[in-house]
């Protein structure tokens, strides 16, 4: 019943929002209703899942990302905009349908996601973006303690973040579990706070019922100690990456 | 005194070299580029205003109020969230920069 009415009033309000052109985005009920579903395999999302990327054709879509995630997909090392490179596609898919859904709310993404509609196009940028490397030179947690945050967050990761993100941060495709090795610090930080004060409303309650219980300092020790994570074979060569490539 | 007076005359040499330089490689690397498209004259959406050639006095209001948050409204939200990214310096820069763009 109540979904039924759910759904009435968003087809009475969808006008309303195609006209106004743009942001603010559609809100999706998410976490904090009881309703929700983590991950409902529906929509377009499905779709895009489905269909076969080819890295090179993803390319020339990738472009407009860029402007923000870097041509490498690096993003920025203070944590405004996440490292993607070797993302899972099957995450960067969710994640992009998510934020266009309503149901992780972020305006500044919003009017990109909206942008790219197009399943296919979707399919072949997610695949372009998991094909490339993933840069060494991100942001990590600084400070003369860093040492001691690292382990600390080493033994708190290896209690109940490696069953489903594994020991090298490659997370698990087929799960929509996402990559951490290579991400920055500040946006590691960022997300576990959220996700655990149900800020995220995307997020997985099954990842939320164990982060509940973690405070301020714990998570930096363990965001210190995934953004130290490397996986072997899908990172990018050092010397690539510290090289002063981007000069104009 | 002489010294004195060549540290600040270097050191407004140094600022104002280092921000014209800037302009240009502002608007891209603090990602204006990304929504206002190349130059200012091409916005992701119709939601977006158009920039170049606006008045510098302008641009610069615009920029401190949606960076403070006194202007809310609109799209402004989608840009809150880069404004940590310029300082007031650079939001100077910037504002002349696109004012010149015809």
Known sequence: ?248 | MNTKMFFVAALVALTSNVAKADGATLYAEKTCIACHGKEGKKPLTAAYPKIAGQNAAYLEQQMLDIQSGARANGSSAAMKGVMHLVSATEIKELAQYLSKLK
């Open chain 1, 1 to 248: 019943m109540k979904n039924i009415l759910v759904l009435a009033l968003s087809l009475a309000l969808a006008p309303a929002i195609c006209f106004a052109g743009g942001p603010p985005a559609a809100v999706q009920a998410g976490i904090e209703s009881k309703d929700y579903k983590w991950n409902a395999q529906e929509g377009e999302k499905i779709e895009a899942l489905k269909l076969k990327g080819n890295p090179k054709e993803g390319k020339e879509g990738y472009e407009v990302c860029g402007a923000c995630h870097l041509p490498s997909g690096a993003g920025r090392p203070d944590g405004t905009f996440p490292q993607l490179a070797g993302q899972h596609t099957t995450v960067l898919i969710k994640q992009m349908a998510d934020i266009r859904a309503g149901l992780r709310d972020n305006p500044t993404m919003y009017p990109f996601a909206k942008e790219l509609t197009d399943a296919q196009e979707l399919a072949h940028v997610a695949s372009y973006i998991e094909s490339l490397c993933i840069p060494v030179d991100h942001g990590k947690y600084e400070g003369p303690d860093a040492e001691k945050q690292i382990v600390d967050g080493k033994a708190m990761y290896e209690k109940e973040c490696i069953e489903c993100h594994k020991a090298n941060g490659e997370g698990v495709k087929e799960k929509f579990y996402p990559v951490l090795a290579g991400q920055h610090y500040k946006y590691l930080l960022r997300q576990m706070t959220e996700i655990r004060d149900g800020k995220r409303r995307n997020a997985n309650p099954d990842m939320v019922a164990i982060i509940k219980k973690y405070d301020n300092s714990q998570l930096v020790a363990i965001s210190a100690y995934q953004a130290s994570l490397s996986m072997p074979g899908s990172m990018c060569k050092a010397s690539a990456a510290t090289k002063p490539s981007k000069k104009k």
